[in-house]
């Protein structure tokens, strides 16, 4: 088992004590008690999907299930774009995003309307409001620690972006999507293919990322774009 304190949260959340806690699938009951017997304030429990006796412990001891955890990976050696959105191909275009773009971004994010299905989103401890708080945070740092954003465009207009990170031919997916306005126009995958796409230009491999089961359009999106789910994981939630 991995043990994380995430001091961080209090700046996002507010929260005065908190810890993040992974559990594998080969970790005993036996040795968990640590984490049964927590006081912090909010704390987080990932648990692999194939201990599922960990998890029937876990609600026994007041943890509730919030989402699932997918983790997906593809390979950055052939990037096509589906058939589906073939109509799209000639009026989409990608660019770095400059300073001021980055801070529109952060802006928007800060929100609270693009990412609604997370656990921090969904949970009535705190809402879409704090969970787009938390991504602005969020997004900063990995910025501030060598993160790129890469912002994707419609007709030459700014519709989304996406923010990875990228350590010896590997890329991690981490914040990303269509911007509010818009959604549900059938431009949701534009930012993240035009960010394969800038990987694979970068000399990259592969990339690996993961999705909320709260968002199954999302998780199609990325298996329409070639994504494979390589691991699964429980993610529970506990209010002291």
Known sequence: MKIKETPWEYRNLGVISS??????????LEDLDVVWNSEYVYQVLH??????????????????????NIQLKRSLDTIALPAVFKRYEKVLGHRY???????????????????VTDKVALDPYFGKKQSGARYAHWSGDILNNGGIT????????????EI??????????????VFPDYM??????????VE???????????????????NIPVLKLHELLGFKVEAMSYSLVKHM
């Open 150 to 161: 890469v912002l994707s465009t419609y007709k030459n207009k700014p519709i989304g972006f």
């Open 19 to 28: 810890i993040e806690y992974y559990v594998s699938a080969a970790d005993r």
């Open 164 to 177: 990875f990170t990228e350590e010896k031919g590997v890329c991690t997916n981490f914040i990303g999507g």
């Open 184 to 193: 549900n126009k059938g431009l949701g995958f534009a930012p993240l293919y």
């Open 97 to 115: 995003a400059d300073k001021q773009e980055i801070q529109t971004i952060i802006d928007i994010v800060r929100q609270g309307d693009m990412f």
């Open 196 to 214: 394969l796409l800038e990987q694979k230009n970068r000399g990259n491999k592969s990339v690996v990322t993961g999705v909320s089961s709260n």
């Open 47 to 68: 648990i692999a999907s194939a201990n599922a006796s960990a998890l029937i412990k876990a609600q026994e001891n007041g943890f509730r299930l919030i989402e699932m």
